[in-house]
């Protein structure tokens, strides 16, 4: 699958909620700072909006320009198109360097990331003292008694075409390794849940299938799941087409500090460091079953074929 395309990243941003103003709000009391917030798969700047509240200048990336060029726009949120040949090097240098960042959001976003690769930066630019990371993602939506058991069949029928990066969204990051100390706010393993508030119109709805991967991605094996049979149903659920209806979608959220290592020399401190990842309580109940080498070339295969969708 590659990036959104135009028409997608189109219905994107017409469907796909901003979030709570109380979150960015709880979140920033917590950081020593408020001077740099990097929203990372920023999509067309959800997060980067809310941000923009709390810090003075927000930093916003993603690797699909589609998005991009329909992002929000701000004074204070610069946007950047970073493509996957970046170096670690040179996105270090473009979100702000090294020790810079107050706070780092990833939302609806981590899981498509490199984890090993993304963690690495975030601990290079979040600032030791008071930076904090923040990741979360939605899954379920709750729109009325006629249409959810309907989205609830939808949602079962995609489970042949689900994928590692898709299971780490649909089981709420509870597997997701998340090497950052909690700061009370979720932490590895147990993110906290919570709702986020929604207005969507039918066609908003119908927009939002046509960007959620799960359907995407069987239509990629020649599955439509969305097909005219389902809208048909659908819209029979909704009753007055044109009616806005207040929707809830229920988010998993994790935040986090940098781990303070306890160094007894220098070198067990740097090999501490780069271990990080491998050390979670997650990470380690990951590494007790090694996947296979076929596995693992199933795993680098859809990798490489979603890492730019949502
Ligand atoms: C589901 S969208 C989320 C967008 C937005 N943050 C939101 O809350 O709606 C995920 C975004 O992550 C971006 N993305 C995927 N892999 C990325 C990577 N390695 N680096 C930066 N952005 C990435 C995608 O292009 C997409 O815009």
Known sequence: MAALSEKEAEAYLDARPRYPMDWYKKIAAQTQDHKFAWDVGTGSGQAAIGLVEHYENVVATDINEAQLKRAVKHSR???????????????????????????????QAVHFFDLTTFYNIAKRVLRK??????IWVYNDIIISPEVDPIMKRLVDSTLPFRTPIMNLAFDSYKTLPFPFKSVGMGSEGKPVTLDIQHKLSLKGFIGFLRSWQPA???????????????????EEAWGDENQVKDVFYKAHMIVGKIKEVKCESEQVCKDGNKDLLHQTEVGRKQERRQPSDEENRQIKKQNTSEDEAC
Do not use: C
């Open 216 to 234: 995407m991605k069987a239509k990629e094996q020649g599955v439509e799941l969305v097909n005219e049979d389902l809208r048909n149903k659908f």
């Open 77 to 107: 949120i610069s946007y950047h198109h970073t493509p996957k040949n970046m170096s670690e090097d040179e996105v270090v240098a473009l979100v702000g360097g090294e020790n810079s960042i107050d706070l780092i959001v990833a939302a």
């Open 129 to 134: 003292e008071g930076g904090l990371i923040a």
